[in-house]
């Protein structure tokens, strides 16, 4: 009976030593995804930064252009009118003589 009983917990040992190593080995491929996973979030929040400051810098461009615009619509308005008062003192002149 004691044989027997030696057997069992001597099975038992093996069978939990089986497990650990298992187990171990399964402690050291999930800190491998950890390290990968913490690697690829620590690259998007970088890429993220870069992306936000791109993003900022293209809305400064972008305010930029369109204060351009505005003003070279100005621009262009102030010249048409200055072209339509030449025109029309063209034709004044034309017909006076």
Known sequence: DANRQISDLKFKLAKSEQEITALEQNV???EGQVARYK???ENAE???DELKAEKRKLQR???SALD???E???SNGHLVKRLEK???NR???LSQQ
């Open 28 to 30: 050291i491929r999930l």
């Open 39 to 41: 690697t690829a979030a």
């Open 46 to 48: 970088r890429v993220e």
């Open 61 to 63: 461009e972008l305010r």
């Open 68 to 70: 351009k615009t505005e």
């Open 72 to 74: 070279l619509e100005v």
């Open 86 to 88: 030449m025109k029309a």
């Open 91 to 93: 034709s004044a002149l």
